[in-house]
């Protein structure tokens, strides 16, 4: 990332008959960058479509699995009604509420991931648009995933009432899995986070020496 905003630095004072000249081999000054950092951008490349294809499966499960759930209503139908039976309760209306969020949630993500699979892939792509994409694809499947675990927790207080026990032991285990995605996810965020933001900030300290 550094070096492709030193060059830019140095293509903005470098006169017009330097940045057209070629070297022994025919290349001029950009080509030659780009041929040096061939195989840092196929590295790159690859790399982004491994993380991207993984949550891809994982926000389309996501995604099925609260889809199904907000169509399978807790508690049943009323026969004469059609209505759901918990249909005025606080709990079954956060639960509605929650199931949506994390479809939204997974469906965003996934949509962010399927750009960055069909991203173009050029040198500048990696400074700004791909590393915003992964941050916000990252963010919304931990969402979708935390507001999975909030409406399994609801659902099993509508379908337990009584058992407390019960409801405190599913609810403090359900904490699990979003520590084990916290854990997964953090250093991959701040990696990307940090880098995306030196790069930001090298880029305009370069514009302002410009």
């Avoid at 951008?41 to 699995?65: D, P």
Wanted: charged share 15%; proline share 2%.
């Amino acid at each position: 990332m550094i070096d492709y905003y030193s060059i830019q630095a140095v293509e903005s004072i470098v006169p017009l008959m330097c940045k057209e000249a070629k070297n022994a081999d025919g290349l001029k000054p950009r080509e030659v960058f780009t041929k040096n950092h061939e195989q840092l951008v196929n590295e790159g490349r690859q790399w982004a479509k491994e993380i991207a294809s993984s949550f891809t499966i994982v926000g389309t499960l996501i995604i099925t699995i609260m889809f199904a759930a907000a169509f399978t209503v807790l508690g049943g139908n009323d026969q004469n009604k059609g209505t759901p039976i918990f249909l005025g309760k606080d709990a079954f209306s956060l639960f509605i509420l929650v199931d949506a969020l994390s479809l939204v949630a997974s469906s965003s993500s996934v949509l962010m991931f399927i750009g960055i699979l069909t991203s173009r892939y050029a040198e500048e792509d990696f400074i700004t648009s791909l590393p915003i994409m992964l941050l916000f694809g990252l963010f919304t499947i931990f969402l979708s995933v935390l507001f999975m675990m909030c409406a399994f927790c609801v659902a099993l207080v509508l379908m337990l009432k009584g058992h407390r026990w019960i409801i405190i032991a599913a609810i403090a285990s359900s904490v699990i899995p979003i520590l084990v995605f916290v854990i997964t996810l953090s250093r991959l965020f701040s990696e990307v986070c940090i880098s995306f933001l030196k790069s930001y900030f090298l880029m305009k300290k370069q514009r302002l020496i410009i």
